[in-house]
């Protein structure tokens, strides 16, 4: 096992990688820039170097920078987080030529999955159902155009190297196909360096679900169920839950196993999530691996009774997953408010500012994950989720109900938060009982 980790990240991140470094009795480095080097959450970490100043590309973007602090330090590993450079495979690729041990995949499958194409064909190997759309990549306009008259509009156009929305371009007939081919090629370039494209038939109005995963280096894997994320607004997750409140046990099943089928035949190690849309009639499809831990890790965590944030290191330094998949149960309900320094009354832009007043909530089934505290300044620079407030109980309703007091309970002054926004998402009809898609936010919300 390592006896030092560097953590190439910032924030509640960082803090949760802490936390799992000392209970596995490991030392913990954290990078930061000038704009965090005084933050509160810093000095929980055994040993801090600032690499430069706030801006991402001169400090926790910058792999010269988070190498050397590595060197200097002498950690035997990095963890990245997510975010930043947690799905870069050239990074996980130098950390290896420099004898430091990447905490997540290998390179190689890291490039496989990011790239959304060859993500595909791993899934249709498997038997893993994908959306039906183009085998391999789209050459041409007239390609894309000769395949949408197969499978029917409207149709969705990504970027292989895309992903979490960005890159996608949706036509209704040809006339719109064919600008929309040229827009997002355009894009695509400019945006990732690699213009390449693929098809799928547009799926109206699903659900957003991903299965959590677990591999070691010598090909056992488990699933974690799934969660929910269909709340989002402009692809930025607001709640999670899990398990998926509209999913009956056989489906869950299928689409747990499909998950564990598709990372068995990527020859993958680390953590991972497969994501699935979910159709009105309970289909589900693959679209994407991520390949680092996620934000919405905490919701499985609480239902399994699992540190997957442990798991992950464990792995890392080559000890075997002794998890069994039936020792692997879900517990009750479990549901994440992602609290963010935006103005929900401002098209939620970003509030950064001196946090003069910060009371957290408590009691029984609450936790809260966050670098925060009173005193601390949210800076411009970065993300701007402050606190993730992580409620778990026997029954979904008693979690809506829980969660409710938790939002009330908390006090953040003066900056603005995301609270009052959630407080009426989890006060709403179609949000109570689940009758929600993706377009949730967007149709109900403001
Ligand atoms: C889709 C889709 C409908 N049909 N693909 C958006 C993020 C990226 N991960 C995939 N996304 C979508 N892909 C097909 N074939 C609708 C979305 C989508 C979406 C998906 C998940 C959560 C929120 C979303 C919001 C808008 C669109």
């Known amino acids: 096992m390592f006896s030092r980790i560097l ?35 810093v000095k929980m970490a055994d040993e801090v170097v600032c690499i430069g100043p706030p801006s991402p590309l001169e400090s926790y973007l910058n792999i010269p920078r988070i190498i050397s602090a590595a060197e200097i330090t002498d950690a035997g590993a990095i963890h990245p987080g997510y975010g930043f450079l947690a799905e870069n495979a050239k990074f996980a690729e130098i950390c290896r030529e420099c004898g430091i041990t990447f905490i997540g995949p290998d390179p190689d ?51 292989a190297a895309g992903g979490g929305g960005r890159g996608m371009r949706i036509a209704h007939s040809e006339i719109s196909l064919r600008g929309a081919f040229a827009a997002a090629r355009a894009e695509a370039e400019a945006a990732f360096k690699n213009g390449t494209l693929y098809m799928e038939k547009f799926i109206e109005q699903p659900r957003h679900v991903e299965v959590q995963l ?54 993958y190690s680390s953590a991972a999530t497969c994501e699935f849309l979910l159709d009105k009639d309970n289909n589900f499809y693959f679209i994407e691996v991520n390949t680092r831990i996620q934000v919405e890790h905490t919701i499985t965590e609480m239902i399994t009774g699992e540190d997957l944030v442990r798991w992950q290191i464990r792995l890392a330094s080559g000890e075997p997953l002794t998890l069994r998949q039936k020792d692997i149960q879900m517990n009750g309900v479990a549901m994440e408010c992602r609290i963010n320094a935006e103005d929900p009354q401002h098209g939620y832009s970003p509030s950064p500012g001196r946090i003069e007043r910060f009371i957290p909530p408590g009691g029984l089934g609450v936790r809260i994950d966050t670098h925060m505290c009173q005193g601390e300044t949210v800076s411009p620079y970065y993300d701007s989720m ?22 009330r309970e908390f006090q953040i002054e003066p900056i603005k938060t995301t609270i009052p926004a959630h407080l009426e998402i989890l006060a709403h009809n179609k949000f109570v009982t689940s009758d929600i898609d993706t377009g949730f936010i967007e149709k109900h919300m403001g």
């Open 214 to 267: 677990l591999a070691d280096n010598s090909g056992n894997a488990v699933h974690f169920y799934e969660r929910d994320c269909t709340v989002q607004r402009r692809h930025q997750k607001l709640i999670e839950e899990c398990p998926c409140p509209v999913l009956d046990d056989e489906t869950r099943e299928n689409l747990c196993r499909a998950a564990l089928r598709l990372i068995k035949e990527a020859n």
């Open 109 to 159: 499958a890291m490039r496989l999955l990011g790239d959304k194409v060859q993500a595909r064909e791993i899934a249709k190997k498997a038997r893993v159902p994908v959306v039906p759309g183009s085998e391999g990549e789209l050459k041409d306009d007239r390609e894309a155009l000769k395949l949408a008259g197969k499978i029917g509009y409207p149709v969705m156009l990504k970027a």
């Open 386 to 407: 402050i606190a993730k407030l992580i409620v778990h109980k026997r029954t979904r309703d008693e979690v809506i109900n829980t969660m409710k007091r938790a939002l």
């Open 7 to 41: 953590i190439a990240n910032r924030g509640e991140i960082a803090v949760r990688i802490i936390r799992a470094c000392h209970e596995l009795g490991i030392e913990a480095v954290v990078v930061c820039s000038q704009a965090d080097k005084d933050a509160a959450y």
